[in-house]
């Protein structure tokens, strides 16, 4: 549904604030975002969901089947961060980031690494700006859970598989002995057509949005030919016969993050497979200015979820500390997800202007300055109330 379409309708957003900084932050973040979407003529429903580490602990329940149900009813979701000392590494991140990514088949991560107005970059840019975005792949590669460790020290491995995933399935089973017997562990990875056809898609109307005629293949095809080789391929062929607009280069991932420290400007929009894009997208997220500006989406078909890059920072929740822009960021990603394209620029250019033309000390304690996050989030929504905050992009 286009932005027209629903100009002066009322979107449900579901919010997951989650674990330490992840409150302090989507309270900023949906303050914006529903100034935003007001000046554009919609309203922002919300309702709140418990989930994350204080729920977990105090009730046991992690990421309820009957909440999948009851979330897929809303237009996006916003979540802070989950995670916390309290509870083992990897409970909460797979039981509710990883379920909500595999059930609502949120095959794109979506991670925009933009500089901004006096935020520190660790490569100096000489006054250009970086504007470049990472598509990954958010759902196959070596993220298919297919693996696992030898039992004992004979040899062998054997596993059934029996996945589920949007589109398809995988059935069968990987068996393997290695000789002389030993331990061993294997994670196998996969790319299908209907995966890699879909990402390519993204990536190119990506390209398209934001003017441009060229996308990054990331690859490693000369060490994995099977699997890169056909992420490669695949992704040429989509763009040779659906994007005639479009032109590619394909780059090894290994190049790519030597080009990248010398000049953060070199590419646009970067196509990777899911491990590459993971690492990919940290690096462009530290050299845009670290993950209090990083925002970042999973995109599905259904519903999306859209969450700053950084984590529960159990360290600083609560001090005020928190910079909520990484936050604010990922709430115009939500806006724009949802049809509010000028909604979302306009979140965009209060930030710029915000970061641009405020005193050092009304800045993020992140950037030198002595705004708590409120703070950040208040003058924030001042300039979106204000309007005309000028371009964001350079
Ligand atoms: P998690 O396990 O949830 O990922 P973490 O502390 O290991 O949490 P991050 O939350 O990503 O990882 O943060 C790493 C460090 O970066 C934090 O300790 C914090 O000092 C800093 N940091 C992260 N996010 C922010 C933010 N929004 N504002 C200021 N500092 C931040």
Known sequence: MSGAEKAGKNFKIALIAGDGIGPEVTAEAR???????SSDGAKLEWSA????AAHYLSSGEILPKSSLSELAEFDALMLG????????PGILERGILLELRFAFDQYINLRPARSLPNVPTPVPLGGRVMDSVVIRENTEDLYMGLGGVSSSADGLFETRLDLKRGGYTLAGELK????????????????????????????CETAGRRGETRVTIVTKSNAAPALYGYFEDTAKQVIDSEYPGIKYDVVNVDALCYHLVRDPLAYGVLLCPNLFGDIVSDLQAGLAGGLGTAAGGNIGDGLSMFEPVHGSAPDIAGTGRANPIAAVLSGALMLRHIGLENAALNVERAVGDYLEHSPRAELPFEFGGGAACSEVGGSILKKLQEG???EFRS
């Open 31 to 37: 303050k914006a975002a529903d100034a935003a979407a």
């Open 49 to 52: 969901f418990p989930f994350g």
């Open 81 to 88: 961060a989950i995670g916390a000392p309290s509870v083992k």
């Open 176 to 203: 393997l002995s290695v000789s002389p017997g030993m331990s061993f562990a294997v994670q196998a990875a996969l790319n299908t057509r209907h995966g890699v056809e879909r990402i390519t898609r993204y990536a």
């Open 388 to 390: 005309d905050n000028g």
